[in-house]
T-cell receptor, first 110, second 114 residues
Framework: DQQVKQNSPSLSVQEGRISILNCDYTNSMFDYFLWYKKYPAEGPTFLISISSIKDKNEDGRFTVFLNKSAKHLSLHIVPSQPGDSAVYFCAASASYKLSFGAGTTVTVRA | NAGVTQTPKFQVLKTGQSMTLQCAQDMNHNSMYWYRQDPGMGLRLIYYSASEGTTDKGEVPNGYNVSRLNKREFSLRLESAAPSQTSVYFC?????????????FGPGTRLTVL
């Protein structure tokens, strides 16, 4: 049973606009949430994370929001740039292990 | 620093053949992981090693074995490959401690089993 879900397989956004990626989870024991970015033929790279005791974390153009009561997190990218076109994975951490969502493919249109 | 390296990058096997995927990290990390990525499934954990000398099953361990050779190296073995094991395999490593939950990934091995 998948504990982390990304229900939107793809997202297309115009350059300069906001990209919003969503993620839902079921396990209340997750204590850390991470977003990874993946380009074709490369391994995932860490983008941003948030502790379960916070509700927002910001790093430049990237902001992650956590709503623990709804078991929901989102990643906002503002403004979106062509280099942001990639697959984004939501991941949740419990102890040593990460559980990943299926990923959302973001395409930024010029 | 090379980070996490994986060999080979590509491999084609016939059903029933065996092979070992190699992974090494130069970041002095304690924990290492093997994942597989399949379309629409995200990354699924096969096996992990929380520290040198220990290994544990992940979500999808059937058909695989692992060896934590030393702190740097963690190998994944397919004893008798099956077409269902066609996938992209990623190795990852992580430092100790709850504040270091970030895992660092290698570039992947694309495996096809015919």
């Amino acid at each position: 049973d998948q504990q982390v879900k990304q229900n939107s397989p793809s997202l297309s956004v115009q350059e300069g606009r906001i990209s919003i990626l969503n993620c839902d989870y079921t396990n209340s024991m997750f204590d850390y949430f991470l977003w990874y970015k993946k380009y074709p033929a490369e391994g995932p790279t860490f983008l941003i994370s948030i502790s379960s005791i916070k509700d927002k974390n910001e790093d430049g153009r990237f902001t992650v929001f956590l709503n623990k009561s709804a078991k929901h997190l989102s990643l906002h990218i503002v403004p979106s740039q062509p280099g942001d076109s990639a697959v984004y994975f939501c991941a949740a951490s419990a102890s040593y292990k990460l559980s990943f969502g299926a990923g959302t493919t973001v395409t930024v249109r010029a | 620093n090379a980070g996490v390296t994986q060999t080979p990058k590509f491999q084609v096997l016939k059903t029933g053949q065996s092979m070992t995927l190699q992974c090494a990290q130069d970041m002095n990390h304690n924990s290492m992981y093997w994942y597989r990525q399949d379309p629409g499934m995200g990354l699924r954990l096969i096996y992990y090693s929380a520290s040198e000398g220990t290994t544990d099953k992940g979500e999808v361990p059937n058909g695989y074995n692992v060896s934590r050779l030393n702190k740097r190296e963690f190998s994944l073995r397919l004893e008798s490959a099956a077409p269902s094991q066609t996938s992209v395999y990623f190795c990852a490593s992580r430092d100790r401690g709850p504040s270091y939950n970030e895992q660092f990934f290698g570039p992947g091995t694309r495996l096809t089993v015919l």
